[in-house]
């Protein structure tokens, strides 16, 4: 890359790591792409030995060919990976990869560089997996270099975690070494020209089988400190934000390849040259540059919101913290992880008996030679994992007090009403039904709710299109259509919260199943069986978009979604021997 400088990073590991070694030039892609938005003339580079040594001779074997290749001391970085072994004795060190961590430590004591990245596996192995030897010099080599050089070392539990952790890491440690922040009081570390940036959030609660879930908007309050500005120093921001975990905020649909997403960046106040930017997705990270604050005047404050970044949240367990990485090009902050939301389970669904007062204890039995006119026979009970877990659109868009003090419409973003294409979902999918049997839902949720109103989504269940309204007592009930052949994998409805719940007790929304059949004996109709039920939000993976496909970023999948709902299938109906 022509006038861009190289930062060179070295790879050091025993041979039972290759996978990880295999992630790490992704890793740089990822980054090199990243870098190219911002502007900033650099280049990751990767060293290794399967790809910069060569065969040969040397006076110091081996070990010194591949030194001589990989020029450990001339690095900018040297990442360690290690498992089980440590690797094979070098004629200084106790393997080829412990010698290049002590050269680059030695280089590091003497003039700062390269910096020193380990990373250690707690994945599990069986004892017969590997030589006892190994491992047991490989634990002597850690604590010795934990008691003498005191490094941090980063722990991992899988190959998606590696990754996450290390594109962060890396990304951090560009950023450290490109801007080289001098020493300064703590707070905001102001550069030339003296810009001072404060980083606030708001965290939210989010639920842990949300794919697409909006973690809390984040808050950059700018100061200008100098007497004026230099001409002719152009003032720019680039602000990127990391995540543990893929950014699946929906993608504007481009001709080409940028992946510009509707996370957006608007001004609280005072003068900006454009009212909105909008950021470029990749992978775990959102970037928002060219954020132009060159007329800004002595002591002026101005304080941007980053709003609608959302995230997937089924592969964090719960409960626990979401967490983003603030990185800026034209500021460097003291602090830059940041909480952004609370992850919690935000459903719990459970069968309870026709009266909805308890939770049903014995699957609704019927006799197959008896006609069964059409009743409820369970109640279905959807209740919120955590207060404003379940949403109407609108809050699906912009949770209430997420956007304090902004207001979305008041600063012209357009759209702003559709960042999300529905309300919560909730459904019903019902199994195994006995054939013969005619199975029903309330339209709406039942008196028994709590502070949760919702109807039924006629597009989204599989309804009778031809059938006559019905009502059961005071409840109107919509007929599902079964398949015409005895045996199916089953039918689904679909129900969207319309009113959220406002009160401070946790709301739930109750669903009648109703069921008739006409005993036919001649043709031992209806079938015997049991039917069963799940619960879950909707829409999820495998039945309205590819597990594959819902993960990351689109711009075209539905928002919200969630993952695959794994519950265990719950008996509602059993058609019996006479």
């Known amino acids: 890359m022509e006038d861009a400088k190289i930062f060179r990073v070295a790879l ?35 060293w290794r030995w399967e790809t910069d040594a060569r065969p040969g001779l040397h006076l110091l074997g081996p070990q010194g060919l591949i030194d001589d290749s990989l020029r450990i001391e001339d690095s900018d970085v040297l990442i360690g990976i290690f498992w089980k072994r440590l690797g094979t004795p070098t004629r200084d060190s106790g393997s080829g990869t412990e010698h290049e961590i002590r050269t680059a430590i030695r280089a590091w004591k003497r003039k700062g560089s390269p910096q020193v990245m380990l990373y250690f596996s707690e994945v599990a192995f069986r004892p017969g997996e590997t030589d006892p030897e190994q491992f047991q010099r490989l634990q002597a080599f850690k604590s010795d270099l934990l008691s003498s050089d005191e490094p941090l070392v980063w722990p991992y539990t899988d190959l998606a975690e590696f990754r996450t952790s290390l594109q962060i890491h890396l990304w ?30 708001n965290a939210l609660t989010v639920r842990a089988e949300g794919l697409t879930e909006r973690v809390g908007d984040i808050f950059l309050t700018c100061t200008y400190l100098g007497d004026s500005l230099p001409i002719p120093y152009s003032l720019w921001l680039t602000v990127i934000i990391s995540f543990g975990t ?121 006799p197959q030679s008896v006609d069964l ?43 702003a009403s559709s960042w999300a294409d529905h309300g919560t979902r909730l459904r019903a999918r019902f199994c195994s039904i006995p054939y013969g049997v005619r199975l029903f839902v309330s339209a709406t949720q039942l008196r028994s709710s ?24 005071d409840v109107e009930v919509v007929e599902l259509r ?11 409805a679909v129900w969207e919260i319309v009113q959220s719940n406002s009160a401070a007790s ?10 008739s059949f006409t005993a036919n004996p001649t043709e031992r109709c209806p079938y015997l069986g049991r039917g069963t039920v799940n619960g879950s939000f909707a829409p999820t993976a495998v039945e309205s978009f590819s597990p594959m496909a819902g993960v990351v970023a689109s711009a075209t999948l539905p928002i919200p979604r969630f993952s695959v709902d794994t519950s265990m299938p719950i008996p509602i109906i059993e058609i019996a021997p006479k």
Not at 30 to 43: E, K, Q, W
Not at 299 to 305: C, G
Not at 396 to 406: I, R
Not at 450 to 473: C, F, K, N, W, Y
């Open 172 to 201: 951090k440690e560009v950023w450290t070494q490109a801007e080289s922040p001098p020493s300064v009081p703590s707070g905001s570390y102001p550069l030339f020209p003296p810009l001072a940036v404060a980083v606030t959030t």
């Open 12 to 46: 050091a590991s025993p041979s039972d790591v290759q996978p990880e070694r295999d992630l790490v030039q992704p890793v740089l892609d990822d980054l090199n792409s990243m870098l190219r938005t911002t502007g900033r003339r650099m280049h990751l580079a990767l």
């Open 373 to 415: 006119p059409l009743r409820q026979i369970v109640t279905l009970r959807f209740s919120e994992g955590f207060n404003g877990a379940f949403k109407t659109k609108d809050e699906e868009s912009a949770p209430p007090g997420a956007n304090c003090p902004l207001s979305a419409a008041a600063n012209g973003v357009s759209g």
């Open 246 to 366: 893929v950014v699946t905020s929906r993608l504007t649909p481009t001709i080409d390849e940028i992946r510009t997403s509707d996370a957006t960046l608007l001004k609280v106040d005072g003068p900006f040259t454009k009212p909105v930017l909008h950021g470029i997705v990749y992978a775990n990270c959102v970037i928002f540059h060219s954020l132009d604050l060159n007329d800004m005047k002595p002591n002026e404050k101005r304080t941007f919101q980053i709003t609608n970044i959302r995230a997937n949240a089924s592969i964090l367990r719960a409960p626990q913290m979401m967490y983003g990485s603030v990185y800026l090009n034209g500021a460097i902050l003291a602090r830059t992880l940041h909480s952004l939301a609370k992850v919690r389970r935000g459903l719990c669904f459970e069968v309870r008996d026709a009266s909805s007062f308890s939770t049903l204890a014995d699957v609704f039995a019927a």
């Open 482 to 492: 079964m398949e015409s052949e005895p045996f199916s994998w089953g039918v689904t």
């Open 506 to 515: 946790l709301g739930c929304a109750d669903f009648g199943v109703y069921a």
């Open 450 to 473: 709590l502070g949760v109103g919702a109807q039924l989504v006629e597009a989204e269940s599989r309804i009778m299109t031809d059938a006559h309204p019905m009502t059961v007592g």
